[in-house]
């Protein structure tokens, strides 16, 4: 490796080394409170690390990674989503469990192994990506492993993870039959010219089968609700975002380098899948009572719509899928945030019926909240409208009929069921007793104030767009060709 | 012939490395193996003596007799020193190729091998701080 790949790689050797910076200070006996504090700044330097690095780019680590523009955008995306979750977490593990500090150490392993994925050009390390990523969320989803179903969650999680990996190897396998290469452009060259490989083929659909479980996707989705409830709501959100996120972008990077748009067999499935997870998400979503299972049922659906975005494999597809995942994180984020805040020591504030009058009671969480569920809906000012729109123009431009216009009617119905939500929190009812005085004053209001913050970028990204936009294209267009 | 020696004739197939022709001798390879073992256990299953006593469907405890059932609660201590016996163990397997090639690798091996055993020193800080290995309480 020589310096300049050693620069290229400096963001993610500074996240790695968190990890390690972490079990130092918990064997030295650090605070929580010091290991906090530690992570943000580690976190702060990857930023810095990705400022210093970025006119050293594109820049190829053969065989196995690859530091280039689409590498350092979904980075950037996980390092802004892990920053937000780091500091939801203080407060939901300080008040939780007595060993809050292990969590810190998974937190930053999964975050390293979703940012190798988005780097990755090799099947070797996209393997080591994922399961860095997913042992360690085996273990973060059932931190609190005095909660029955959190233990549940993550035996759930644990099994269905590693039946995937299983099918993700055996694509990987049956590819590398077709083509004798594991990298990405080498296995490129080695497709025939003419003609379907129907070896490529099969193997895309066993790889699909594990990237379909990572991202949730139907008909691999029935995991989604039961982890999403039973998981503490810090980890959700990293679930629904970051691991989804590093997911995506390796997908992306694949889909580029194999030209999988010119096999119609392999788009059929995707279209299938697609299609499949916009209708299932969005029905499944109508009759939930439970919030956190309900945004698990709206973010199959959502990653049926992002699918819309990856099936024209053109630059405006990638530049629409990014800004969808993009205004996805936030308002998850912001939405996972209230949850997390009104949660009580007990149990996570799931229940719709706890959020009845949440606006008249907390103005500010409820306008985040709500503001959140718009965006999710896809109402117009907000980002997730900008998203949702980006999709159907990349799909249009292609004339990608069919899941075009299933995209336009699920997401019909799923107004009426965030709208439903809506209601509940202007519902007029008898104040409620006053809260106890946050045991945190100083972390509770930053997390109210990384909440507003949250919202108004939802905003600007709703409105002025522009500038967001032009940032993710000449990123983009950073590549080796 | 070919076929038989499990080798691919590199003259015929040369030009066509790739085709899915060229993995033939491995399917038979697998076929064969599987014919071996299927045929090795079925033929001893037959032929082979059958006397059932008391003693021989016990398990062997190295010649102690058993004694109640295996399954019951045990201290986590045991499992926390299995686990970390593996980890021990993987550094050293790690140790045996860089050894062999030492000279090969020069100095780039040599820092990337002391990094691998930083790393594997924070996790062991971080266990004996934690009393990971401390027998009593």
């Known amino acids: 490796m020589n310096e300049l790949q050693f620069q290229a790689l400096l963001p993610f050797i500074v996240l790695a080394a968190a990890s390690i910076l972490v079990i130092l200070s918990i064997a030295f006996g650090r605070s929580h409170t010091f290991i906090q504090v530690a992570g943000f700044g580690m976190m702060c330097l990857v930023v810095l690390a990705m400022w210093l690095v970025r006119d050293a780019l594109p820049r190829e680590i053969a065989p196995l990674l690859v530091v280039d523009g689409l590498g350092a955008l979904f980075t950037g995306l996980i390092i802004f989503s892990v920053l937000v979750i780091g500091l939801l977490s203080f407060i939901y593990f300080e008040e939780r469990e007595e060993n809050p500090k292990e969590y810190y ?51 759930k999680y644990l099994m269905l993870a590693a039946l995937s990996s299983a099918f993700l190897l055996f694509g990987m396998a049956l590819i590398y039959l077709e083509t004798g290469s594991m990298e990405f452009t080498g296995i490129a060259r080695g497709l025939p010219s003419s003609g379907t490989p129907i070896l490529f083929i099969m193997g895309m659909g066993f790889l699909l089968v594990a990237i379909g479980f990572k991202l949730a996707l139907a008909p691999f989705h029935l995991w989604a609700a039961d982890v999403y409830q039973g998981a503490p709501s810090p980890v959700t959100v990293f679930i629904a975002t970051v691991s989804k996120t590093g997911v995506f972008a390796v997908l992306l990077r694949f889909a580029q380098a194999v030209h999988l748009q010119q096999y119609p067999a392999a788009m059929t499935i995707v279209v299938v899948i697609s299609v499949a997870s916009m209708i299932v998400g969005n029905l499944l979503a109508l009759q939930q009572q439970n919030i956190k299972r309900l945004l698990a049922y709206s ?49 996570d504030a799931g229940d719709l019926s706890g959020y009845r009058g949440l606006f008249w009671r907390d103005p500010v969480m409820g306008a985040v909240l709500a503001v959140a569920l718009l965006s999710l809906a896809g109402i117009p000012l907000t980002a997730g409208f900008l998203g949702k729109f980006l999709v159907l123009g990349a799909g249009i431009g292609r004339q990608l009929w069919v899941p075009v216009i299933v995209l336009v009617l699920t997401s019909v119905i799923g107004l009426y069921f965030y709208l439903r939500v809506i209601s509940t929190l202007f519902e007029k009812m008898p104040p409620a007793p006053a809260r106890a005085r946050p045991l945190h004053p100083f972390f509770y209001y930053a997390t109210y104030a990384v909440l507003i913050l949250l919202m108004g970028l939802s905003f600007w990204l709703g409105t002025f767009p522009r500038p967001a936009i032009r940032e993710i294209e000449a990123l983009l267009n950073i590549r080796l060709l | 012939m070919d076929i038989i020696l499990l080798q691919a004739n590199t003259l015929t197939t040369g030009a066509n490395q790739n085709s899915s022709f060229s993995y033939f001798p491995i399917g038979v390879q697998l076929l064969f193996a599987l014919g071996f073992v299927g045929l090795v ?40 020193v299995a686990i970390l016996f593996v980890l021990f163990d993987v550094e050293v397997i790690f140790f045996y190729p860089y050894a062999v090639n030492f000279r090969g690798l020069g100095w780039n091996g040599f820092v990337e091998v002391l990094l691998f055993v930083g790393f594997f020193l924070a996790g062991f800080i971080y266990i004996i701080k934690k009393g990971a290995l401390t027998w009593e309480d």
Do not use: W
Not at chain 1, 121 to 134: A, K, P, Q, T, Y
Not at chain 2, 47 to 74: C, D, W, Y
């Open chain 1, 105 to 155: 150490i998974l937190l930053f392993l999964a975050t390293l192994g979703s940012a190798v994925l988005t780097i990755s050009r090799h099947f070797i390390s996209l393997f080591i990506g994922l399961e860095l990523l997913s042992v360690s969320l085996y273990a973060l989803i059932a931190y609190l492993r005095t909660r029955n179903n959190a233990v549940e969650a993550g035996m």
């Open chain 2, 41 to 80: 256990l079925g033929v001893t299953h037959l032929l082979g003596p059958k006397r059932k006593t008391a003693e021989k469907l016990q398990n062997f405890e190295s010649g102690i007799e058993g004694v109640g059932n295996a399954r019951h609660p045990m201290a986590i201590k045991y499992f926390l």
């Open chain 1, 299 to 347: 973010s199959i659906a959502h990653f049926g719509y992002l699918l819309v975005a990856f099936l024209p494999g053109d630059a405006a597809g990638a530049e629409a899928g990014f800004f969808y995942l993009l205004a996805y994180s936030i308002t998850l984020l912001s939405a996972f945030g209230v949850i997390t805040l009104l949660s009580t020591r007990q149990e």
